[in-house]
């Protein structure tokens, strides 16, 4: 069996691990993404895609991790979330995940909602902190993905021009 293959079927298997990674957050999504590029990358020698896409696609991963924590933030702060809340959504992320798939959506706004009430004891403040900071969830997965898609596009045009 030749070799190369072995690498190209390990960094597929990376690569949609790490798609897999963007949604749950128990897994380093498109760190993933970009160790399976790598691999790839790895099985020709580096001949076709190079160090300038991988140091692109690597830029990219550390752009997503900047753009997962201010979308978070940003959505929670727009709606005046409290310290608790951030706490709460980040718990409730947790807890989620061992309620697989509904877990994923439920966690994060229950947990700030319940971070905020605690915080507030207001009702409708806690409901708009909770559906602030799932939107904010929300758009830093939907910017993850296309994070991802441009990666797999730069690893593809280096691949084939």
Known sequence: ??????YYLIGAVLVLVGFAGVLLPALPG??????????AAWGDGFERVGWIALLLIGLLTALSFLIDFLATVY???RVGA?????????????VGLFFLPIGLFVGP?????????????????ATRVGLGTWLGILLGTASKFALGFCMLGIFAFAWFV
């Open 75 to 77: 959505g929670a702060q």
């Open 30 to 39: 498109l760190p993933l993404v970009f160790a399976g590029l790598l691999v």
């Open 109 to 125: 706004f229950a947990g700030a909602w319940l971070g905020e009430y605690w915080h507030s004891r207001r009702v409708g403040h």
């Open 1 to 6: 069996m030749d070799p190369a293959f072995i």
């Open 82 to 94: 409290s310290g608790w809340a951030l706490w709460g959504s980040a718990i409730g992320t947790i």
